[in-house]
Nanobody, 121 residues
Framework: QVQLVESGGGLVQAGGSLRLSCAAS????????MGWYRQAPGKQRELVAT???????LYADSVKGRFTISRDNAKNTVYLQMNSLKFEDTAVYYC???????????????WGQGTQVTVSS
């Protein structure tokens, strides 16, 4: 079992910055993918950014050039640096990890509890 603890959300003015962190703990053999999703009120959850173990990243078009995802494999932690925040970035941000608990275990997708990011216009 893997637990995810997120931190770093909050209230910020448009144009400001926030940094989200998500630390994975528990029985972890390997982590293939770490990422962030978000869900705004009345909308479906959407991908923000992901990073695989090699460091390859993927971003939603809406955040390219403003957000940067990174990971510390030694700490099993993923970060999301959010710059030039816009009102439309307001959402609950969820950490997402695809991890295996053992060498013979199938990877499983885990979700964090979510952290609120509110951007005031």
């Amino acid at each position: 079992q893997v637990q995810l603890v997120e931190s770093g959300g909050g209230l910020v003015q448009a144009g400001g910055s926030l940094r989200l962190s998500c630390a994975a703990s528990g029985t972890i053999f390997s982590i293939a993918v770490m990422g962030w999703y978000r869900q705004a009120p009345g909308k479906q959850r959407e991908l923000v950014a992901t990073i695989i173990s090699s460091g390859t990243t993927l971003y939603a078009d809406s955040v390219k050039g403003r957000f940067t995802i990174s990971r510390d494999n030694a700490k099993n932690t993923v970060y999301l640096q959010m710059n030039s925040l816009k009102f439309e970035d307001t959402a609950v941000y969820y950490c997402n990890v695809v991890a295996a608990s053992g060498s013979n275990s199938s990877p499983y997708r885990y979700w964090g509890q979510g952290t609120q990011v509110t951007v005031s216009s």
